[in-house]
C-alpha cells in the first residue's frame, strides 16, 4: 500500500487565494487595508526567513506588511514599549513577534503584553484560555493548519481516535484541544509515555509534533491511518519530519510531506488570522 501524500502546499496556495478574495472585498466595502506587522530581535537567519515569507504572504493576499527589526542587544524595556504602540496603532491588525527572543528578554512577558485581539499567532495565555473553554479567539496558525488538513483529508473527525505526539504550548496541547473540539477521541503522547508506538497504533489520526528526525516508524501505525507530521528537523540529509516519510507511507492512509505539509499551512493561517482580525474589529462578516 502506498498513502496518498497531502499537498500543503496545494492547500495553502487556496487558502491564501480564499484570503485574498476576502481582504479585496473587506477594503471594498471598509475601505481600509488589514495590516500585519513583525517584530525580529537580532540575527538569527532561520527566523529572518521565515519573518520574510510571512512579509511576502502578507502583501500577496492584500494586506500591508510591517516590519521591525532590532539589533540584537534592544532591552526588553525598548521592546515592551514597541508592543505597546503596536497595540494602539489602529493600522495595525496582527502583531508578530518572532521567536527565539535573545536570552536577556522574558519572551512570556513580550509575548504576554500583546493586545489579546491582535495577537495573531495565537500564544497569549487569553487566546490559549480561549481555546480551552471553546470561545472565539486565535488558535496557533500551526495547529490550525494540521486541523484544516486533516478536515480536507477525512471530513467530518467526529468520534475519530487520535494521538499528538508532543504537548508544547504552541503546537502539541493547542492541537489536541482542536481535535476535542472536533469530537476525537484525543491521546496526548510524550516523552514519558509508555509503549509510544503501542499508544500511536490506536490512532486513526497521528499529529507528531516532537522535533526527532524520523521517529515515527511505519510499523507504529495502525493500516489506513492519517498521517500529519509536524516536525522540521535539519539533518545531513536535507529537511526531515518527525515520522520515517517512506516506511510509514507503506502503512498510512494518507501523510504529509516534510517540505510542503504542514509547514506551508502555517504561514497560510498566519495570513487568515490577520484577515480575521481586522474583520473582526471592524464588524465585518467573515466566511467560516
Ligand atoms: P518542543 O520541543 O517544544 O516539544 C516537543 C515535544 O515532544 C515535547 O512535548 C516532548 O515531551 C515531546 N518529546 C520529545 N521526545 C519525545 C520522545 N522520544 N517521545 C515522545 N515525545 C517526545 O517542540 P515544538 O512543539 O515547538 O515543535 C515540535 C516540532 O515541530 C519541531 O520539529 C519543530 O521544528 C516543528 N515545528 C514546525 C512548525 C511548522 O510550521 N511546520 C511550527 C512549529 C514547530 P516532553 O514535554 O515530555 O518533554
Known amino acids: 500500500m502506498s498513502a496518498r501524500r497531502i499537498d500543503g502546499k ?4 487556496a487558502l491564501r487565494q480564499q484570503v485574498a478574495a476576502e481582504v479585496a472585498r473587506f477594503q471594498g466595502t471598509t475601505g481600509r487595508v488589514p495590516g500585519l506587522v513583525t517584530v525580529l530581535v537580532g540575527e538569527d537567519p532561520a527566523s529572518a526567513v521565515y519573518v520574510r ?16 527589526k532590532l539589533p540584537a542587544d534592544t532591552s526588553e524595556a525598548d521592546l515592551l514599549a514597541l508592543v505597546e504602540r503596536l497595540n494602539a496603532d489602529p493600522t495595525i491588525d496582527g502583531i508578530l513577534v518572532q521567536l527565539p ?9 513580550v509575548l504576554t503584553r500583546i493586545d489579546p485581539d491582535k495577537d495573531v499567532d495565537g500564544f497569549h495565555p487569553v487566546n490559549a484560555g480561549r481555546l480551552a473553554i471553546g470561545l472565539p479567539g486565535f ?15 477525512l471530513g467530518d473527525l467526529s468520534g475519530k481516535d487520535a494521538v499528538v505526539i508532543g504537548r508544547s504550548n504552541i503546537v502539541g ?19 514519558r509515555t ?7 497504533r490506536r490512532a486513526d489520526i497521528v499529529v507528531a509534533a516532537v522535533g526527532r528526525p524520523n521517529m515515527v516508524k511505519g510499523d ?14 535539519r539533518t545531513d540529509d536535507g529537511l526531515v519530519g518527525d515520522v520515517d516519510f517512506a516506511d510509514a507511507s507503506t502503512v498510512a492512509g494518507a501523510i504529509t510531506p516534510v517540505p510542503g505539509g504542514v ?15 481586522a474583520a473582526r474589529r471592524e464588524g465585518f462578516t467573515v466566511n467560516p
Open 10 to 13: 496545494a492547500a495553502a496556495l
Open 53 to 68: 515569507s510571512k512579509g511576502r504572504a502578507t502583501v500577496e493576499a492584500g494586506m500591508q506588511s510591517f516590519e521591525h
Open 101 to 109: 527572543l535573545p536570552s536577556h528578554i522574558d519572551a512570556n512577558k
Open 139 to 153: 488558535v496557533a496558525c500551526t495547529p490550525l493548519g494540521c486541523l484544516k488538513l486533516l478536515r480536507a483529508e
Open 173 to 191: 496541547k493547542p492541537m489536541a484541544l482542536l481535535l476535542l473540539g472536533d469530537s476525537c477521541t484525543v491521546t496526548i503522547a510524550h516523552s
Open 194 to 200: 509508555r509503549d509510544l508506538p503501542a499508544v500511536v
Open 220 to 233: 507504529w501505525l495502525k493500516p489506513g491511518a492519517t498521517v500529519i507530521d509536524v516536525g522540521i528537523n
Open 263 to 277: 509547514g506551508p499551512m502555517t504561514i497560510a493561517c498566519l495570513i487568515r488570522n490577520t484577515f480575521v482580525s
